[in-house]
């Protein structure tokens, strides 16, 4: 699976952003999906998943109740639209691909099998 994911930018606290990552190469729906971000400075790090079908999502604590991962199977693209943004939520977004897991998401990273370059998000204060 080749992931490439978009979206990224410098914004001020408060707005909203909505990255996409786009999946070719396999079957889109045979993969769980998740979002992991990297601080300068700092291991990466969770922050939403979406199971094979987009019944089941997780989410890191900080990211609950602002942001919402979803995905278009039918476009093989997933989603994470990221409201009321936070200085901390600055950092290189990466997207990831799993298949190990059917109904369910993994939050840790080494359970994915793909991922995409990361997209640069930068919160201003």
């Known amino acids: 699976v080749q992931l490439q994911a978009s979206g990224g930018g410098l914004v001020q606290a408060g707005v909203s952003l909505r990255l996409s990552c786009a999946a070719s190469?396999?079957?889109?729906?045979?993969?769980?999906m998740g979002w992991f971000r990297q601080a300068p400075g700092k291991e990466r790090e969770f922050v939403a998943g979406?199971?094979?079908?987009?019944?089941?999502?997780s989410y890191t604590d900080s990211a609950k109740g602002r942001f919402t991962i979803s995905r278009d199977n039918g476009k093989n693209t997933v989603y994470l639209q990221m409201n009321s943004l936070k200085p901390e939520d600055t950092g290189v977004y990466y997207c990831?691909?799993?298949?190990?897991?059917?109904?369910?998401?993994?939050?840790?990273?080494?359970?994915?099998?793909?991922w995409g370059q990361g997209t640069l998000v930068t919160v201003s204060s």
């Open positions: 990831a691909a799993g298949a190990g897991f059917s109904s369910w998401v993994s939050r840790r990273g080494d359970e994915y099998d793909y």
């Open positions: 979406i199971s094979r079908s987009g019944a089941s999502t």
């Open positions: 190469g396999r079957t889109f729906s045979n993969y769980a």
